[in-house]
């Protein structure tokens, strides 16, 4: 009897350790396994619907869960990076698009400015022109008066013509040039030389003193027609917005490393609102009396393009009533 109660004492507290046992292992299961496995699948859960700074709350997790726990956030510190990298290159694309696109708009409309600009420049000459044609047709011609001094009017709008299409020509090839191919050493002594000889007969029939000052006579590195092309534009435009007994005064001189062409006016001189606009192209401070002297309205223009092309650039300083100063800063030439 007493051993048969002995084997039910020990069956019972066998039976009490082992369920004990389970629990303590179920205890542990739950705490150390199924519960941060749930917690990893919430983190799952958040990770998938886009929350990139949650971290894993797995704080009893070891071994492979802690390790699963580790690779969960290290996959969303990965993905958060990446997220930002793409969302600042999407906005990096974004904004060159919006440039392009603005540009390309910039340049639409420039475009569209040129055409309606050169259309109404060349339509002015033109019709003109037409309208001297046509009362010579109509029997102008015999008439001893009218006839001739209606033939000279259309020999100047055709003269008029020549200079715009040559200017326009001329521009537009600077604009295409983006370095020059073959350049050479020059001599600006001998530039200013070659303006002054071709401009004196416009000078004289302007009533206006040319004057050449080139005590220094600096080198650059360039194109002889580009730099010729910048000075004659630069000087025939002081000679044309001048008054009569006036004087344009072309000086040289050196500056540093840089070569200074200094033109000088007595002319009308630019009103300081109109003074950023004048390297425009067909832009006028006044329109009646440009189209009086003969001006294309590409003169500055030429110059501004010539000088960039060359490595300078072109300053102003002006007085309305008083005259104007254009000075060209270009790199001079090693010795």
């Keep these: 009897m007493m051993a048969g109660t002995a084997v039910a004492g020990t ?17 542990w299961l739950n705490r150390r396994v199924l519960r941060p496995l749930r917690d990893l699948a919430k983190d799952a859960e958040r990770l998938a619907g886009g929350d990139l700074a949650s971290r894993a709350q797995a704080p009893a997790a070891v071994g492979e869960i802690a ?11 990965r993905l958060r990076v ?45 019709t003109a022109i037409r309208g001297y044609a046509e009362s010579l047709e109509d029997g102008a011609l015999e008439d001893p008066e009218i006839g001739p001094r209606f033939v000279s009017r ?43 000889e071709a401009l004196n007969p416009l000078a004289r029939e302007r009533e206006v003193d040319l004057i050449l000052a080139a005590d220094d006579s600096p080198r650059i ?30 000086a040289l001189a050196t500056d540093g490393d840089e070569a200074v062409i200094e033109v000088a006016d007595t002319g009308i001189g630019i009103p300081e609102a109109a003074v950023a606009r004048i390297f425009e192209r067909f832009y006028r401070v006044d329109k009646g009396r440009a189209r009086e002297q003969g ?14 092309l060359l490595g300078g650039r072109v300053e102003v300083e002006s007085r309305l009533g008083e005259g104007s100063v254009f000075r060209v800063r270009l790199p001079g030439a090693a010795a």
């Design 221 to 250: 590195r360039g194109s002889r027609s580009e730099l010729d092309n910048l000075v004659l534009n630069l000087v025939e435009n002081a000679i044309k917005y001048n008054r009569p007994g006036g004087e344009v005064r072309m």
């Design 295 to 308: 001006g294309t309205g590409l003169g500055l223009a030429i110059v501004k393009h010539a000088a960039r």
């Design 67 to 77: 390790a699963l726990a580790r690779s969960l956030d290290l996959l969303a510190e």
């Design 82 to 126: 990446q997220g930002r990298e793409l969302a600042e290159e999407r906005q990096h694309w974004r904004g060159i698009a919006d440039r392009e696109l603005a540009e390309e708009r910039r340049q639409a409309e420039t475009r569209r400015d040129l055409v309606a600009n050169v259309s109404h420049e060349l339509k002015t000459p033109l």
């Design 11 to 27: 069956a019972v507290v066998a039976a009490v350790a082992a369920l004990a046992s389970l629990a303590l292992i179920s205890w």
């Design 154 to 196: 259309i020999l100047d709008q055709c003269q008029r013509l020549e200079a715009l299409l040559r200017d326009q020509l001329a521009l537009a090839r600077l604009e295409q040039i983006e370095q020059i191919a073959d350049a050479e050493v020059i001599d600006l002594g001998e530039a200013a030389r070659r303006a002054v």
